[in-house]
């Protein structure tokens, strides 16, 4: 009997063993782990942040198709898109269906940067202490800077209309990430505040620049002056323009070539690393010609160049495509250049405008800024009396094909015209619809005017 009982006490230690080694051994699937181990410490949520830059980076994104969204829609006959890709050319058009794979790909990789940045900031608490006010300040700008692309393209912009009734896009903020509530879009203004919150708080956490690719104080400021422009607020947009100048962490090339087709310049506030083993320069792929290795599907037209004075360095960037004789912008013919998204020179130019319309002469006077900086660097004689018409002039030339015209000319309330065609700059076919798939999954949203 004794025997026995060892025995069977034998066999039950054995079989409690054999359970223990089997949960120990049990495989864990490293894409299903939950916040519990994705975000338990302080490597953990640093990686996640990596993640936040990765899907801001896509080509999707700002790898290069919002900035050549922005160009395309905003042709007003200086541009045209000869390629074969029939979801661009409907952008190009201003024939979007809500079935557009480009636009859905906006939407689809914006909101994944939310998110992302939304699940770090939700384990803010477990960085290291020392770590912590960069690591928020990170996210904080790659969610702000996120969904300022996406009402800037999916809604209304803030100079039409009743911004407090006008609809923007759903705002999913820290505390939304694991919901399943099916949320409607807030208001333009409503998302502007956010924005603008997020890029503020941003930048008193994070560490100056220069930082190759990734936020620093005076990326967020910059943002912020964009983002004050769009909504008219020109004393904080001159004051963040401003900020970002006097830092002393930047400076502005002594060519205008010489700001295009690199890795990080002097003049890069924020970019898009681009090299032979990560990252993605969509830009290239669509403005290049196909001996530089792009498709060469922008063709400049001679109602753009007409607009540049004899002697423009800048002129002189445009050179002729041998294979096809078309005429090609000189910004994007390297296919590891690092994505310009703001450089310096855009702060001079907004601190230029501001101080104009405000008659001010913060930093610097408005003369001077464009005189001194940029005419001087394209090899211009200064103008005798500057005009706001020569500021803005001088903005659409040196930032061309850059991805900002369609917003400058929202925000100027400036027609785009296609041959005999007029677009408001508040039509309807100058925004983006709301992604079928996602009308579909969330009822609560409401489509586009002019995509129902």
Known sequence: ????????????????????????????????????????????????????????SAGAFYGGNTFRNSEILAANSEIVFSGTFNDVADIYRKEMITLNADVAALW????????????????????????RDQVEGEALFLRGISYFELIKFFAQPYS??????????????????????????????????????????????????????????????????????????????????????????????PTYSSCFNTSTTSEDVFNIPVSTVDGVNNMQTFFAPTASGGR?????????????????DRLAFFFLDPGTGETRSGKWVNQFGNVKVIRLAEMYLTRAECN??????????????INNIIRD???LSPLGVVTL??????????LAHEGERLHDAKRLQESIV????????????????????????????TQNSGYN
């Open 160 to 253: 039409a209309g009743n911004v407090s009734t006008n609809l923007g896009v759903p705002l999913m903020l820290t505390e939304d990430r694991n919901s399943v509530a099916l949320v409607s879009r807030s208001t333009v203004q409503e998302v502007y505040t956010q924005i603008v919150a997020d890029l503020t708080s941003a930048e008193t956490k994070l560490a100056s620049g220069p930082r190759s690719g990734k936020a620093t104080k005076e990326a967020a400021a910059a943002f912020l002056s964009r983002v004050y422009l769009q909504m008219a607020d020109y004393a904080n947009a001159r004051d963040a323009a401003n900020r970002v100048i006097t830092s002393g962490n930047y400076s502005m090339r």
């Open 108 to 131: 689809t990789n914006a909101y994944r940067t939310i998110n992302v940045a939304n699940n770090v900031l939700s384990a803010i608490n477990v960085v290291n202490p020392a770590d």
């Open 389 to 398: 018409a020569d500021i803005l002039r001088e903005r659409r030339l040196e």
């Open 296 to 312: 060469g599907d922008v063709e400049i037209q001679a109602a753009h160049l007409a607009q540049y004075e004899a002697g423009d």
């Open 1 to 56: 009997m004794k025997t026995l009982m060892n025995k069977i006490l034998i066999v039950t230690a054995l079989f409690f063993f054999a359970v223990a080694c089997e949960d120990k051994l049990e495989p864990v699937d490293p894409n299903n782990t939950g916040d519990a181990v994705a975000l338990a410490n302080d490597k953990n949520v640093k990686t996640t942040l990596i993640g936040a830059y990765d899907a801001l």
């Open 377 to 379: 660097r394209a090899n």
């Open 418 to 445: 296609e041959g005999a065609t007029v677009f408001p700059y508040n039509s309807d076919k100058l925004v983006f619809p709301i992604p079928q798939r996602d009308i579909n999954v969330n009822p609560n949203l």
């Open 356 to 369: 104009q319309r405000l008659g001010s002469a913060i930093g610097s006077t408005p003369a001077a800024d």
